[in-house]
């Protein structure tokens, strides 16, 4: 039985390990933008490193917010289903990327550029939020 149990949790590390390590840019991106368009914050988590800074700006002000204080943000934030959104990808090789995320609201559009950094699986590290 103990064998049994070893081998189950063994197996189970070891999914949970790959998944993570698996998980490509295009995925981090695709959690990111089903948060900020469609509400959906449940993969959110797993896509920010714990370290992130959100920088928005508006006009001369700038507004720095954490993981913890982004999610809970985004969990109160409004939808908007018609949004349109254009990915870029500026830079990118095996550990680092820089991706520019154009959301097009009725009347404006706001720009994100995401950092992604990959030690155990992609993760977002910072982002730098503006508006045209």
């Not at 049994?4 to 990111?32: E, F, I, M, P, R």
């Not at 002000?61 to 349109?84: R, S």
Request: aromatic share 6%; proline share 1%; hydrophobic share 40%.
């Amino acid at each position: 039985m103990a064998g049994v149990a070893l081998l189950l949790v063994c197996v189970g590390a070891n999914a949970a390990k790959h998944t993570s390590a698996g998980q490509t840019t295009d995925d981090v991106v695709t959690a990111y933008i089903n948060a900020i368009a469609n509400g959906k914050t449940a993969d959110l988590d797993k896509v920010l490193d714990n370290s992130v800074q959100f920088n928005t700006k508006h006009g001369s002000d700038i507004t720095t917010l954490d993981k913890t204080e982004l999610i809970n943000y985004l969990k109160n934030d409004a939808v908007y289903p018609a949004v349109k959104t254009n990915t870029t990808v500026m830079s990118s090789d095996d550990a680092n990327a820089k991706i520019k995320v154009e959301f097009q609201y009725d009347g404006y559009t706001r720009v994100d550029v995401l950092v992604l950094s990959k030690t155990f699986g992609w993760k977002i590290n910072s982002i730098d939020s503006s508006t045209k």
